[in-house]
C-alpha cells in the first residue's frame, strides 16, 4: 500500500506507527443521469485499543463509514445516505447516522461545508460522516467538471469556470488561463 513516507523526506528521529486513517472516495455517473458521490472512512491503530464501551484488538477498525451524495448536474444534493459498520460506541453513534439526510436541498458548490455545520450541528452529528461530506465538492467537481478544459481551436467558455482561482496551476495571472480562458486571465500583481 502506498503511504504518504514515500513521498516525503525521511524522518528526523525514529518512530512507530500509532494510527492509520485511510480515506476513499469515488464517483459514479449513472444512468438516469445523476451522480453518485461515495466517501469511505476507516481508522485503524496498530496496538489494541479500548475506548470507555468498546475493545478493539489490534488491526481492527475503530471507525468504518461510508457516505453517499446522489446529486445532480446542477450539484444538488438529491440524496444522501450513511453507513456506520464500525464505530467507537456502537450503542450511541447510529442515532447520528440518519442525520445526514439533512443535507438534502444543499448545493455542493454554494457554501457546502458551512451547510453541512448548519443542517447538522456538531452536537447532534457524526464528526466522521460530517468530515467526509466536506470532502464531497471536491470529488464532485474532479468528476464532473475536470476534464472539460477547453482544447486549443475550441470556441472559450461565456462564464468563468469553476477551476480558475482554485488552486496554484489554475491561477488568474497563471499560464493555464492566459493559454486556455484568456478572457479571465489578469497580469500578474508587481512585486
Known amino acids: 500500500m502506498v ?47 479500548t475506548t470507555q464501551t468498546t475493545h478493539f484488538p489490534c488491526g481492527v477498525p475503530i471507525h ?8 445532480n448536474d446542477a450539484m444538488d444534493v438529491l440524496s444522501a445516505e450513511g453507513s456506520m459498520q464500525r464505530m467507537p460506541f ?14 438534502v436541498g444543499a448545493n455542493l458548490l454554494k457554501g457546502f461545508r458551512q451547510e453541512v455545520a448548519k443542517r447538522i450541528p456538531s452536537y ?37 469556470p469553476l477551476k480558475i482561482g482554485g488552486c496554484h496551476a489554475w491561477r488568474e ?5 492566459l493559454k486556455y480562458y484568456p478572457q479571465w486571465h489578469r497580469q500578474p500583481e508587481a512585486s
Not at 468504518?64 to 446529486?71: D, E, F, G, I, S
Not at 464528526?127 to 470556441?155: F, I, N, R, W, Y
Not at 495571472?173 to 488561463?177: I, N, Q, S
Open 90 to 103: 456502537p450503542a450511541i453513534c447510529p442515532e447520528a447516522q440518519p442525520r445526514v439526510a439533512r443535507l
Open 64 to 71: 468504518l463509514m461510508a457516505l453517499r451524495l446522489t446529486v
Open 173 to 177: 495571472d497563471g499560464p493555464m488561463v
Open 3 to 49: 503511504a504518504p513516507s514515500h513521498f516525503l523526506s525521511t524522518p528526523a528521529s525514529p518512530r512507530k506507527a500509532a494510527h492509520a486513517r485511510t480515506i476513499h472516495l469515488q464517483a459514479y455517473e449513472r444512468q438516469d443521469g445523476l451522480w453518485d458521490l461515495e466517501a469511505l472512512i476507516e481508522d485503524v491503530k496498530p496496538e489494541p485499543f
Open 124 to 160: 447532534d452529528r457524526c464528526s466522521h460522516l460530517s468530515e467526509l461530506a466536506t470532502l464531497m465538492p471536491t470529488l464532485a467537481v474532479q468528476t464532473m467538471l475536470q476534464g472539460k478544459m477547453v482544447a486549443e481551436g475550441d470556441t472559450l467558455p461565456t462564464s468563468r
